[in-house]
């Protein structure tokens, strides 16, 4: 992640030829889980990672790869992204000795989801081998979803020079993992911060997200779920806020965040403006909250 690096920079770097291998120009980092659905008894795949790789593979077309990593219990995760055929950077690490990552979920009347219970597994102790490093250099873009294990491997990544070169994505998820002071720090490696924050629009956490982001010239999206979308741009030294016209949540919104970053960052690395890829976001945010999980019932189909 270059420190000039600017606006046009992470709209634009998709720009330039296109190398023989599409799918290794975008990386995307994170944790996948197993959902233990409380009411139902279903265990499925989920987390971030999965929900936006589902939405570039099924939806928008866009080519990727993943660096995750599951344990010996992985096996439906596996056979998830086979079905999907999607792609990880390396195959023969993807599985790692240990239990998978797993978290439980309970939907609520309001149909809002209620997640705890958070066992990071292999993750915890995640680490880039190889032949990941390696895919890494060759690649423009990489995503990261900040649960810990994340957070630490990207600052450890920043700190080698791996990020040098790329451009670089966030997803600080409801800022549980954060405070003003960590944002600050993490996004010293990030370009492109998403914030999906519960609270009030005039928390003094939000005006600290805005301070961030102009002090190191960088963009924040924070998403408000059904009230706005505000987007502090550093470079720019602008700020806007985007009203979200609410939709019926006929399933639910576990899945919405997820949604909405996968086609915001499509868009804007289509050569959309971020006023233009907020919209395209809330587009797929919208088409989540159609389903009872993160995404329909036949993504899920063996």
Request: net charge negative; glycine share 12%.
């Amino acid at each position: 992640m270059s420190a000039t690096k600017g606006a046009a920079d992470v709209a634009g770097a998709s720009s330039g030829a296109t190398p023989a291998d599409p799918a290794g120009r975008t990386l995307l980092l994170g944790t996948i889980s197993l959902d233990h659905y409380l009411a139902s008894g279903d265990v499925l795949p989920g987390g971030g990672i999965l929900n936006m790789a589902w939405h570039w593979r099924q939806r928008l077309g866009r080519p990727f790869r993943l660096l995750t990593r599951v344990g010996e219990d992985g096996q439906p995760v596996e056979a998830f992204l086979a079905r999907h055929g999607i792609e990880v950077a390396s195959p023969a690490d993807l599985a790692a000795p240990g239990r998978s990552s797993s978290i439980d979920i309970e939907i609520q009347p309001d149909r809002q989801p209620h997640m705890d219970n958070f066992v990071g597994g292999v993750w915890d102790d995640y680490r880039l081998t190889t032949t990941e490093r390696a895919a890494l250099a060759r690649a423009e873009r990489l995503h990261a979803v900040l649960v810990e294990g994340a957070i630490s491997e990207l600052a450890r990544l920043a700190q080698e020079g791996a990020l040098v070169d790329l451009t670089v994505s966030a997803d600080f998820l409801g800022f549980r993992h954060y405070t003003v002071e960590r944002l600050a720090t993490t996004m010293g490696h990030v370009d492109l911060g998403f914030i999906g924050w519960p609270g009030a629009e005039d928390a003094p956490e939000v005006a600290g997200m805005r301070a961030v982001a102009f002090d190191l010239e960088r963009v924040l999206v924070v998403t408000m779920g059904a009230r706005s979308v505000w987007v502090f741009d550093g470079p720019a030294r602008s700020e806007r806020r985007h009203a979200v016209s609410p939709v019926e949540v006929e399933g639910t919104t576990l899945g919405c965040g997820d949604a909405y970053i996968a086609w915001h960052l499509d868009a804007l690395w289509r050569g959309a403006s971020h006023d233009e890829a907020v919209r395209a976001g809330m587009i797929g945010g919208a088409l989540a909250t159609a389903w009872g999980r993160p995404l329909p019932d036949d993504a899920y189909a063996p």
